[in-house]
Nanobody, 125 residues
Framework: QVRLVESGGGSVQAGGSLRLSCAAS????????MAWFRQAPGKEREGVAA????????YYADSMRGRFTISQDKPKNTVYLEMNSLKPEDTALYYC??????????????????WGQGTQVTVSS
């Protein structure tokens, strides 16, 4: 059974940093795509970044490039999202998601079949 568990969210002041973690279990970790999405109140869920857990290729939404970094620790079956220079508009529920297989289709919800419960990030001004 696929399980994705996010952690690391919290409250931070603008300009601060956070590192989110997503621990994966219940399936062969390597050879899939994992991603971070976020959803702010009243807004649609949007993709942040994705990583291929096989070769390590990374993908970013254009608006997220530069301040956010996705990475992984294969022995720990864990994907991270490092967030720097946080802004109040980064406030959202951040989700980890899994797309099985080696083919990357894009950073859209419809391509990811498994989701974690989310971790809240709140950035105050």
């Amino acid at each position: 059974q696929v399980r994705l568990v996010e952690s690391g969210g919290g409250s931070v002041q603008a300009g601060g940093s956070l590192r989110l973690s997503c621990a994966a279990s219940g399936y062969p970790y390597s050879g899939n795509h994992m991603a971070w999405f976020r959803q702010a109140p009243g807004k649609e869920r949007e993709g942040v970044a994705a990583i291929y857990t096989g070769g390590g290729s990374v993908y970013y939404a254009d608006s997220m490039r530069g301040r956010f970094t996705i990475s992984q620790d294969k022995p720990k079956n864990t994907v991270y999202l490092e967030m720097n220079s946080l802004k109040p508009e980064d406030t959202a529920l951040y989700y980890c998601a899994l797309s099985r297989g080696s083919r990357y289709y894009g950073l859209e919800q419809r391509y990811f079949s498994f989701w974690g419960q989310g971790t809240q990030v709140t950035v105050s001004s």
